[in-house]
Nanobody, 126 residues
Framework: QVQLVESGGGLVQAGGSLRLSCAAS????????MGWFRQPPGKEREFVAA????????LYADSVKGRFTISRDNAKNMVILQMNSLKPEDTAVYYC???????????????????WGQGTQVTVSS
């Protein structure tokens, strides 16, 4: 059974940092693009960041550029989201996602991703 499990969420004050991890099991994603998405309260799911299978291409939403960094450790089958300078508007449930086919290009569309985690809550207080 393929699983993506997020961890690292929590409550933090504005200006603080959090590090989200996504651990994959059931299959390897070392050749698959992976990404992070979030769903703020009362809003639709939105793109945050994504990384190519090789790690040489990264995409970021304009709202997080310069503050968030996505990385991956293919040996551990993990993807990381380092979030710095957090703002109250970053409050959301954060989801890890992976594409199903190997070597697909990295994209920002949620519908392009097949595997999804259950999400981890991030709350930023002002």
């Amino acid at each position: 059974q393929v699983q993506l499990v997020e961890s690292g969420g929590g409550l933090v004050q504005a200006g603080g940092s959090l590090r989200l991890s996504c651990a994959a099991s059931g299959r390897t994603f070392s050749s698959n693009a992976m990404g992070w998405f979030r769903q703020p309260p009362g809003k639709e799911r939105e793109f945050v960041a994504a990384i190519s299978w090789l790690g040489n291409r990264r995409l970021y939403a304009d709202s997080v550029k310069g503050r968030f960094t996505i990385s991956r450790d293919n040996a551990k089958n993990m993807v990381i989201l380092q979030m710095n300078s957090l703002k109250p508007e970053d409050t959301a449930v954060y989801y890890c996602a992976a594409k199903s086919l190997a070597l697909e290009a990295v994209t920002a569309r949620p519908n392009d991703y097949f595997y999804w985690g259950q999400g981890t809550q991030v709350t930023v207080s002002s």
